[in-house]
Structure formats: C-alpha cells, structure tokens
C-alpha cells in the first residue's frame, strides 16, 4: 500500500512536488515533513491510520499466546484486533514506540519498530531514508532486544519482506535463529531465490498467505474458542512469570543438563528422583501439608534461609513435588519481573490449597505481601508461600513484610550437613550407583565424607576428583576467546548476587551475537555454562570467580564488569528497575561496593565508578548510595558524605535516608574517637535522616537495625574518653536510641529468631553504658 501512501501525501500537501509515478515513499514522506513539520505529518497518518479494523483471521493470529508481537507498521491495527480477542481480558497489552525505554512485564508487549501514531502526543515515526540511517546509527534498545529475539527464541514473521526493509534485514544477517523450536517466515509470494536465502540463515518458510497459516496453526494445535479461553484463564499468561510445577508436564530435560555433575537444579530433576530429601526440606513440606489439611487455609508465609551451595534451590523443588503429592497445587515464581498480585489472586482463587515457590524472595518482598493481604481480604485465595533468601539479606525480605507473626513460620538450611543429612545423601548415591571415589569405602568412611561439609563442594568431589577445582582453571586458561571469560565472570557474578540472567541480557552485555551465546555453550563453553529455557547459567555457580579474575587480571576483570554494565545500562531505567527486570537487577547487584571490594583491589573500585558516571550519575540513586559506602570504607568522609546526599536529592525513600543517615553517624564516630566535639553536629543532622525514614514507615527493619548499630558503636566511643561536656549529649543519644530499639522489638515480636537475637545483643551494649 506504499503507492496509495504517496497519492495521499501528495494530495495532502498539494504544493510539495510528488511524483506519485516515480517516487518513494522515503521520498514522499521527506519532502512532505520540509514542507510542513514532522508533527503535523503524523497528526496526518493518524487520520490514516487509525482505527483499524482487519479481517477476522487477523485477530485469530494476534489471538495467539505470543511472548511479544514486533511490528513495522504505525498503525493501530495489532491493538485493535486485540481488544476483540478473549485474551484481552485476562492479559492486556502495552504499546511501545521503538524509543521507548526498555522495561518487561507480563502483559503483551507491542513494539513498533517505526514508531505509531496512537496517542494524542506525535511521536517520532521511521519513514525516510535518514530516519532509517539515524534509528541504525542511535542503536535503539528495542531494535537490540529484537536482535537477541532472532537469535535465541522461535519467531514468526508474518507480513514483512524480511531481505527487503534496511534495518530488519540488518538484525537478520547478524543474528541467525538458534532456538530449538524453528523461526518461520510467511510469505505466499517468495522468490526462490529469496527462500533460498532465508533458509541459509536458518529459517522455514511457509509458501502461502497468513490467513491460511492462521488456520493451519490453530488445526495442527488443536484449538477452538473454548480452548483459547482456557488458556487465556491460566496462569501462563495471565502471570506470565509464575509457571505451575506439574508432574505431567515436565518439559524437556536440556541436552547437557547433569544434576549430579552440580548443574542448576531443575523440575524434571526432582521428578527422577535425583534431590535427597534433608531434614530442613522435610519439615517444611510437613508444615504445608498440615496447613493444606487443615479446616481454615488462611494465607501463611514460611521464610527459608540458607547460604549459597547449601541446597536451597534443590529443597524448594522437592518440597513441591512432595506436596503435590499430597493433591496442593504448586506453582513457581521464575523472578523475570514482578508479578500482577491481583491476577495472581484471582487465578488462585476458588481452587483450594495452593503454595508459590519464591527463591530470592527479597527484591519482591513487597509482592509477597500484598498478595497474602489480598488473599486475606478476599477470603478465596488459600495460598502458601515460601520465600527463600540469603541469611544477611534477611532484614531487606522482613522489612517489607506486614504479615502478622502468627502467619510466619521460618527454617534454615543449615552451612554444614548434619550425620543424618549426610547418611540421607549417601544413600541416594548408592541408590543411583553415583558414589565415585566413595565406591570402596565402607558405609561411615562415605558418611564422613559428606558430615560437616556443604553439599556443592562434597558432591563436586566424588566424581570430579579433589584436583577439580585446579583442572577448571587450567580450562579458563585455555579458553580460546576473551568474550568468553566475560561470559563466566558475568554468570559468576549473577550467582553469587542470585541473580538471573537471559541471553539478551549476555549478548547485550558483551556486545555478540545471541546465537553465538547458543553455539558456544554446546561447544567450548559446555563445561562452563547451561542454558535453561532463556536463561543462561554458570554451571560451577560462582567458583570460577577467582580463576577468571587471575585469568585476566584485576584491572581486566574489574574493566569487563565495568564493560558489561555499561552495555546494559540501555536496559536499566527508573521502570526496569520498579519492574524488577533481570538487566536492571544484575547490574543493580554488579555496582555495589560489597560485590566490588569482595574481588578488586580499591583503587580499581573507584575508577569503575568514575567510568559508569556518564551513564548512571544523573539519574541513579543506587549508584550515589554505593559510591558513598565506598567512599566510607576509605575514610574519605567528605565524599561519602556529599555522594550519600546526592542519593537522597535524587531519590528520597527510607534507603537512600538510612544510607545517608548511617554514613552522618559513622562520621560522627569518626570525631568522637578523635575526642573532637564537631561528632555532635553530624550525629544530630543523621538522626533526622532516620526520623524521616521511620516516620515513612516505622516497620523498616533495616533503617531501625541501621540507626541501632551505629548509634551504639558511637555511643560507645563517646563514653570511652569520659568527657565531661560530652555527658548530656551521650545520654540524649541512648534514650532516643532506646525509643527507636522498644519500636523496633513491638515489630519483631518473637520471630523469626536470628532478627530477635541481633536485637537483644544490640540490647545488652545499651545496658552496659547505661548502667
């Protein structure tokens, strides 16, 4: 329809010279936008092309459960059709403009690579030969994430000449289709030459029109009206990110997954039988099914600590296959982004018992809470959740949870195995002939083996040998590409963050191919990295951090990290972060000090965070924050204090307040030990940091174990000296400090224990100075 196009601009901009015989639509568009503006030009195409109405087989196609829908066109007609389709109601839809900022959701994401004209505000369309070289030459985060799509998942094109549009056909010959499913190109009126292209880049072609493909798709899968209703009423896309865990649809196992070997735990792993059942994953499964069984289901939290490589992950699933069992459903939360809690609800509502699985519960602690709140309100949804964390990240989980008490239960795995732990695992070895070098011990020479160590390590020993570890870094060394130990150092750090990331995350990072990612992880990198699903893992979680930082040496490892989160930053926006995208969740862990100086030397930390100024300095109160705790760690008060006001200037929250607050206060220790009285000046001006923060939310666990720690580290330097002008200021400290800890103690009430026991210590140095 490029022709009627032309006729239109020329009729509607009658003095522009158009040849509507001879020229473009490129050229049409351009000459029309110099004679009026751009803005007047799409408030004409809007005219054109809105509201439109396709034929019935186009809604039957968008009616499909696609993850995303790309289009070209600036025209409405994706949307429309969409609002006639049964999934509308279950799942709505975002329109995005190709210059929009990346963020992910579960509802259907519709992207116009050439920009559209819903809306009342003129967007910036993609016409004109200059508009396609500029939208090239400005690298647009969506034309980016579409390239990761090519490369890594199965596609349908439908309607577009894929070797015929500039930038389409310059994301197809970079990145080539590597998904296991096929990606297939619909286009009745093919060249032969044109298919024989296509299929080089490794795409099917399907030689008919899209109504007919339309309906063969909808015969060969077998659905109607009924059965698109049914889906559109599940969870897989109503809540996208929240996957029922079902015994009779498992999903295929990936070629090289090997549970035992220490991949990544998966479902079909605790379906063959492969997760030892210990003490800490039964007694949390009998609470549940004691729970399921009992008169009233009421919501119920149930929070699990454990460090990593202690199993965690591995119990969560085994405690799902051992309740299911019992007739509860289960379902699991994959952490992609947050979930909907209202549809969440409604799904879970009306169909008894139900448990949702959530590891790394923290970054979405307030989700959990509001969809028990709301499953209590509503008095339909009988949900159980089980939210696992790091034990030091246990104050971020708690202070967002305004469950009561008596609706929490907790367990620990514990760091070290226990004799019976132990015994449990010695006996599916054997069970499963998967003892090693254990094979010729007798029975408590193999329990030995296991008692008092944690399970990654012991297991990784049996077949793999002690000399394990040393025979990987021999492997990193004789890696033949530097991406690739990018590529580890990035997963590395993911895990040890608990983080997840997907191929467009990596290929994004490190600046390849999504399909060269998919290559080498079935080749050199076998060893080293696992692909699940979209998600890309390190198969030895993060061991291999030291290797690949000796590998490439401090300034090179920390200058890859630098690298990648710079790459990233695209994908890293106020909205990423709120929707707690994988992207923006990695390299929120990646920056921060904790990570830094755990791995890299400090002058090096803080040349990083010269070089990420650009990109995070003027919007990022994560990256002021950090900076300041940094600078703290280096006494360099001064800095510390001005980064940390920074943080708050551009986001003020309770964090950003108790960060700036608690670096005042450790300032102000700082002089108290020098006896100088200027401690006075900064203890008052970060207590009212605090006191903003706690009159904002006076439940913060955080913010109050914040004030409480440092105020009696600088009560206790103060009173040391036993200066005279200091005592009315030392005790107007402990009894604002004593306040502050009677609130804190009414929120905690008994549980859970490791927050109660952190308090009462904290409890008895106030007792010590104040008696």
């Not at 990083?608 to 360099?636: M, T, V």
Request: charged fraction near 25%.
């Amino acid at each position: 329809m490029a022709r009627a196009l032309v006729e239109a601009l020329a009729k509607e901009y009658s003095d522009v010279p158009i040849n509507v015989e001879n020229d473009t639509l490129m050229r049409a568009y351009q000459r029309s936008i110099i004679s009026s503006s751009p803005e007047n030009v799409w408030r004409f195409l809007k005219k054109i092309f809105g509201n439109v109405q396709h034929d019935a087989w186009f809604t039957d196609l968008i009616s499909l459960p696609w993850r995303r829908i790309w289009t070209l066109n600036v025209d409405d007609a994706v949307e429309q059709a969409y609002q006639s389709s049964p999934l509308e109601r279950y799942r709505p839809s975002r329109a995005i403009s190709w210059d929009e900022d990346f963020s992910e959701s579960g509802d259907l994401e519709v992207i116009h690579l050439h920009g559209h004209i819903m809306g009342s505000k003129p967007r910036q369309l993609i016409f004109s030969l200059s508009e396609y070289q500029g939208a090239a030459q400005g690298r647009a985060v969506w034309d980016q994430v579409l390239a990761s799509t090519i490369g890594s998942q199965p596609l349908l094109v439908v309607g577009a000449r894929l070797l015929d549009d500039p930038d389409v056909e310059r994301l197809l010959t970079r990145n080539r289709p590597s998904a296991a499913a096929p990606s297939i190109v619909v286009d009745p009126g093919i060249t032969s030459e044109n298919e024989w292209e296509l299929k080089q880049y490794g795409f099917a072609v399907y030689k008919d029109t899209a109504e007919e493909f339309t309906k063969d798709w909808y015969a060969q899968v077998g659905l109607d009206g009924d059965a698109l209703l049914e889906l559109a009423r599940s969870e897989q896309l109503s809540v996208p990110q929240v996957q029922e865990l079902s015994t009779n649809h498992v999903g295929p196992r990936p070629k090289s997954h090997r549970y035992l070997d220490g991949d990544e735990p998966l479902w079909c792993d605790v379906i063959d039988d492969l997760v030892t059942p210990l003490s800490w994953m039964q007694e949390v499964s009998r609470e549940i099914k004691e729970w399921a069984s009992s008169e009233r289901q009421g919501p119920r939290l149930h929070l699990v600590y454990g460090a990593r490589l202690t199993g965690v992950s591995s119990g969560l699933l085994w405690i799902a296959k051992d309740v299911r069992s019992a007739g509860v459903r289960c379902y699991n939360f994959d952490r992609s982004s947050r979930f909907d809690v209202q549809r969440l609800v409604d799904k879970l509502s009306g169909q008894g018992p139900s448990v949702l699985f959530v590891d790394g519960a923290a970054d979405f602690a307030d989700d959990i809470d509001r969809l028990l709140s709301e499953a209590m309100l509503t008095g339909a949804a009988e949900v159980y959740v089980v939210a696992a964390e790091l034990p030091n990240r246990n104050l971020q989980l708690e202070a967002r949870l305004e469950v009561a008490s008596e609706k929490i239960s907790s367990a620990s795995a514990p760091n070290r195995l226990q004799r019976r732990d132990a015994v449990a695992l010695v006996a599916k070895r054997e069970k499963l002939g998967r003892l090693g070098k254990l094979e010729d011990m007798e029975r408590n020479r193999r329990v030995d083996h296991f008692k008092n160590r944690d399970v990654f390590s012991a297991m990784m020993e049996l077949e793999h040998g002690i000399g394990f570890r040393k025979r990987m870094d021999l492997e990193v060394l004789a890696l033949d590409a530097d991406w690739k130990k990018s590529l580890i150092l990035m997963l590395s750090v993911a895990s040890r963050g608990r983080n997840t990331v997907s191929l467009l995350e990596c290929a994004k990072a490190l600046n390849i191919s999504a399909d060269a990612l998919v290559r080498a992880s079935g080749r050199s990198m076998a060893p080293f990295v696992e692909i699940q699903g979209e998600v890309i893992v390190a198969r030895q979680r993060d061991i291999l951090i030291q290797p690949i930082v000796h590998s490439l040496g401090n300034r090179g490892a920390i200058e890859v990290l630098r690298k990648c989160i710079q790459n990233l930053s695209p994908l890293v926006n106020q909205d990423s972060l709120r929707a707690r995208n994988r992207g923006a969740m990695f390299v929120r862990y990646a920056m921060t000090q904790k990570l830094l100086s755990s791995i890299f030397p400090n002058d090096d930390v803080e040349a990083f965070y010269d070089a990420l100024l650009p990109q995070f300095g003027g919007w990022s109160a994560r990256y002021w924050e950090q900076r300041a705790i940094h600078a703290k760690h280096q006494n360099d008060w001064s800095r510390a204090e001005s980064f940390a006001e920074r943080a708050v200037s551009l986001l003020d929250d309770a964090f950003t307040r108790t960060t700036c607050g608690t670096i005042l206060i450790n300032k102000a220790n700082f002089f108290a030990r020098q006896g100088e009285s200027k401690w006075q000046e900064f203890y008052t001006r970060g207590k009212k940091h605090f006191d903003i923060a706690l009159a904002a939310d006076r439940a913060n666990r955080v913010t109050a174990f914040a004030y409480l720690e440092a105020g009696i580290v600088l009560a206790e330097s103060a009173k040391e000296d036993n200066i005279r002008e200091w005592a009315t200021a030392i005790e107007e400290l402990l009894q604002g400090w004593k306040w502050i800890y009677n609130g804190l103690r009414l929120v905690l009430g008994t549980t859970p224990e490791d927050s109660v026991r952190r308090a009462e210590v904290l409890s008895h140095r106030w007792e010590r100075l104040s008696g």
